[in-house]
């Protein structure tokens, strides 16, 4: 590696949220070596808009935060503003982390003679739409330079795509451990809510999506308040499905029970304010409100689904359950209001396992590893082929 240069790196980012990948591409950027790295973020927006989560928390960072401004969706201009990126920046490698930003920066990379990686997160197949992005992201997996994945089950599935052993690396979902520690005295959050200190309360935490299956979480609060009337539910995030989930909570007779709070930002507060937090998802890649949840010291129930079980050991760190099943749900719930004692050694012993397994620094560390070789491996290219010039 060049001494005197600093490898110049630039993610792509498809979403303007906030959430679990994006907290981590933000994290890693205020804490990767910005003497042997200079990172910067592609970030794709609608043109004239302002009010974009990731790029304002990007800015506040002091990120080099670069808005990708486009038309809508298929708005096939943004490939050419990426390669005018890489052209003005100087990029050296482009890391992707989305269905449309891997199609973009791979055809972007491929006619830059820029390596490429990607961070595959999971794939999400609510629609057709959906489903003919998986496929043709699945198609082009193999063309990356190399393929970050979140869990050991999405390993397998780069694999079965045709990605070689050797492009592939595990690094889990990271947090940066110093922001997360518990305030047990903090009531502010249930005071807002208003909600009594000795009601249970259950968050379930993401994007308002089919496959989070939020539905579950609100049939299985139905059956938990059959049984135990003081208890509260409340649903942290904002997405299409939300018109859907009001209706069913309507329908079966749970308003006031059942809240929905919408996007917030102030998530140590909330965390301070909950008993339980439940992850419902049919699908996921690593999900990082599992990770902040026992990070700040609340019990988690999650669905044994995509890499939850690397971070959720059954019966030690939390409790797993079937998904699609919210009588499962509803038991575990009803369990913890009688055997609170047992559901808090769980997250003890949970604290301490992400502590230990799911830091940024380390997480970081890895990463930069990466693009050293990633790197180093186009320089050896590059020369190869000077080499070969010189003796024709």
Known sequence: ?????????????????????????????????????????????????QDHPFI??????????????????????????????????????????????????????????????????????????????TRLDKRVLRFFDHVIVVS?????????????????????NALALENYSRNKEDR???????????TILVGNIGRLSPEKGQADFIRAARTVLERHQDARFLLVGTGDDKPRLEELVQRIGLNGKVMFLGYRQDMAQIYNGLDLVVQSSFTEGMPNVVLEALAMEVPVIATNVGGTAEAIIHNETGV???????????????????????????????????????????????????????????EKRRRQFASDLSHE
């Open 152 to 172: 050991e089950k999405i390993k397998s599935q780069a694999l079965d795509c045709g990605v070689r052993q050797d492009k592939v690396t595990v690094l889990h």
């Open 320 to 378: 797993l359950v079937q998904s699609g099943k919210p009588e499962e749900i509803a038991g575990v719930v009803l369990k913890y209001v009688h055997k609170k004692s047992e559901f808090m050694r769980m997250v003890e012993r949970g604290k301490i396992y992400v502590s230990t397994k799911f830091c940024i620094n380390e997480r970081t560390r890895k990463l930069s590893k990466l693009y050293d070789f990633v790197y180093s491996a186009r």
């Open 56 to 133: 304002n928390a990007g800015k506040d960072l002091k990120l080099n935060v670069i808005r990708l401004e486009e038309s809508h969706g298929l708005d096939a201009t943004v490939l050419f503003h990426v390669m005018r990126l890489i052209d003005r920046e100087s990029i050296d490698i482009i890391h992707t982390h989305e269905v449309r930003s891997d199609v973009i920066g791979l055809l972007a990379g491929k006619l830059s003679g820029v390596p490429v990686m990607t961070t595959l997160h999971g794939w999400i197949e609510n629609s057709l739409k959906d489903r003919l992005f």
């Open 188 to 198: 502010t959050f249930r005071r807002e809510i208003g909600v009594a200190d000795q």
């Open 1 to 49: 590696m060049m001494k005197d240069r600093k490898i110049s790196v630039l993610h792509l980012r498809d979403s303007p949220w906030v959430d679990g990948p994006g907290r981590t591409i933000l994290e890693t950027g205020a804490r990767i070596d910005s003497v042997k790295y200079k990172y910067s973020i592609g970030a794709f927006c609608k043109r004239g808009e």
